[in-house]
T-cell receptor, first 112, second 113 residues
Framework: EPEVTQTPSHQVTQMGQEVILRCVPI?????FYWYRQILGQKVEFLVS????????KSEIFDDQFSVERPDGSNFTLKIRSTKLEDSAMYFC??????????FGSGTQLSVL | QQQVKQSPQSLIVQKGGISIINCAYE??????FPWYQQFPGKGPALLIA?????SEKKEGRFTISFNKSAKQFSLHIMDSQPGDSATYFC????????????FGTGTLLAVQP
């Protein structure tokens, strides 16, 4: 079965550093998402991306965050200057026209 | 209004028993209600989903019951197995440009052998 692939699985960074989280969505999918999950808490929506632009973003997704689909296959989340509270598991997800959303295995980001 | 409330926070069931997890929502614009299963270190995986035009949907041992008037829906796992031990999230979304999912707080299910 096709999968959403995320790399790296773990990322450790210093506060204030930039990080890029990478995702390869399922190839024929059209809608792309980033969600995050702070340890032991619920999964929270960050941003959705369709037709090469952001379609919706949450309050969490401030100016420090950006997304890009640079080459038609990869989908990246950049955090420009990481904060301690950015430590979380970040999930990429994708779907076709139906609502069925497929999640990757996540990138555990630890900001020290 | 965007919240989805989920209970219980954790649940212990004996093998072969029935696991029941409940969710409630407020936003009547929600029209898609999935349940996700998450194992440690993995992403959520869609288990089963329902739309408000039906009151029940069954897939194997998993059943969603939906009560539109009460704005509640629940997941029933029949003949629970140790391999069902995971965290379960209910979610809701509204059809539209983004279909973003609003997740419940999760239920940690432990099925004892």
């Amino acid at each position: 079965e096709p999968e959403v692939t995320q790399t790296p699985s773990h990322q450790v960074t210093q506060m204030g550093q930039e990080v890029i989280l990478r995702c390869v969505p399922i190839s024929n999918h059209l809608y792309f998402y980033w969600y995050r999950q702070i340890l032991g808490q619920k999964v929270e929506f960050l941003v959705s991306f369709y037709n090469n632009e952001i379609s919706e973003k949450s309050e969490i997704f401030d100016d420090q965050f950006s997304v890009e689909r640079p080459d038609g296959s990869n989908f990246t989340l950049k955090i420009r200057s990481t904060k301690l509270e950015d430590s979380a598991m970040y999930f990429c997800a994708s779907r076709q026209e139906s609502e069925k959303l497929f999640f990757g295995s996540g990138t555990q980001l630890s900001v020290l | 209004q965007q919240q989805v409330k989920q209970s219980p926070q954790s649940l212990i069931v004996q093998k072969g028993g029935i696991s029941i997890i409940n969710c409630a929502y407020e936003n009547t614009a929600f029209d898609y209600f999935p349940w996700y299963q998450q194992f440690p270190g993995k992403g959520p995986a869609l288990l089963i989903a329902i739309r408000p035009d039906v009151s029940e949907k069954k897939e194997g041992r998993f059943t969603i019951s939906f009560n539109k008037s009460a704005k509640q829906f629940s997941l029933h796992i029949m003949d629970s197995q140790p391999g069902d031990s995971a965290t379960y999230f209910c979610a809701a979304s509204r059809s539209g440009a983004t279909n973003k999912l609003i997740f419940g707080t999760g239920t940690l299910l432990a099925v004892q052998p």
